[in-house]
């Protein structure tokens, strides 16, 4: 099977980060991918100049592609779906609709084989994870396929749908749970006296250095932390201060409540999917 028509629904930010991950990896050729977009033309020109994508005339173009990428808002899925629908043929559509589940897209699209993804803001930067949920009637070729096109993006971790609302909590939520610590610690490093842009450079590299060991020596963040304590010194005098207020259970409770908040979501957008399950 041959693959090389993309059809882009959506011109805006994720639309953007696939076109630059998988036109900068060279895996898909620029002229192959046709973009529409709803109203905003300076978007389409955007991507258009930017990527040298081709605009789509309309939505029948949809027809000649083998993969369509669905990259809008979760309440314009509807309507994105039922003008693309009548030129879909046995098409690979790959959705990255934060809570819109596969069911409900092939209800609407009978003759497509279904992959819903998501994928964290880090992919703008092709350094980002991306969730996949393959649908039952995907082939082992839609797999690789689609597992090469993310990989684009950064890694990629195969799940069962059921656990989409987990990874919207976990990775697609996470760069905010980690900005959130970097906050109160560049607070503190202008507290004790360093310029706001030298603390920044320290953290960010922080960061970047603290994940790139972990991923290297292949390390539990348990392990790591416990590796730069020393008995009485200053990370333990700081770990001292995290336990007293609780915070590792806040930052539990935080997960679980961005996985509730991704499920509830799911359902307010799009309540005829509820009603169907
Ligand atoms: N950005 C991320 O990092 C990220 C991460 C995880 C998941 N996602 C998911 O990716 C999807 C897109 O998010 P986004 O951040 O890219 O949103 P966005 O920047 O608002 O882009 C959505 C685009 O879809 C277009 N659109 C809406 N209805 C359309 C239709 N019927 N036909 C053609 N185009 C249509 C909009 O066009 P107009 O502006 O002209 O109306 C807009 O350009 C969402 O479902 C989101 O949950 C995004």
């Known amino acids: 099977m041959t693959y090389d028509k993309v059809f882009v629904i959506g011109a805006g930010s994720m639309a953007e980060a696939f076109i630059r991950g998988v036109t900068g990896a060279g895996v898909v050729r620029p002229t192959d991918i046709r973009v529409i977009n709803r109203s905003r033309a300076d978007r389409l020109k955007h991507v258009v100049d ?3 994508v081709v605009a789509a005339d309309g939505y029948a173009d949809a027809a000649g592609a083998a993969l369509v990428v669905l990259a ?3 309440a314009d899925v509807a309507e994105a779906l039922l003008r693309v629908a009548p030129h879909l043929n046995q ?3 790959l959705s990255f609709a934060a809570g819109v589940n596969q069911g409900y897209i092939r209800e609407r699209c009978p003759s497509v084989r279904t992959v819903r993804a998501m994928p964290n803001l880090p992919v703008a930067v092709r350094n980002g994870v991306t969730a996949v949920a393959f649908g039952d009637e995907t082939t082992p070729s839609d797999k690789e396929y689609i597992h090469t096109l993310l990989n684009a993006l950064g890694a990629v971790v195969e799940l069962p749908e059921h656990l989409m609302d987990a990874a919207t909590a ?3 939520s996470g760069p905010g749970f980690l900005c959130y610590i970097l906050e109160g610690m560049e607070t503190a490093a202008a507290k004790l006296g360093l310029a706001p842009e030298l603390a920044r450079i320290m953290l960010i590299q922080t960061m970047v250095g603290t994940a790139r060991t972990l991923a290297e020596w292949d390390v539990s963040p348990e392990t790591l932390r416990q590796r730069v304590t020393s008995p009485h010194g200053t990370t333990e005098a700081g ?3 995290l336990d007293s207020g609780y915070v590792r259970g806040y930052v539990y409770e935080a997960v679980l409540a961005a996985a509730a908040r991704a499920a509830e979501m799911g359902k307010s957008y799009l309540p005829a999917q509820t009603a169907a399950e």
């Open 72 to 74: 809008v808002k979760p």
């Open 91 to 93: 098409a690979l559509l």
């Open 170 to 172: 976990v990775s697609g």
């Open 239 to 241: 770990v001292k201060q």
């Open 50 to 52: 930017t990527y040298g």
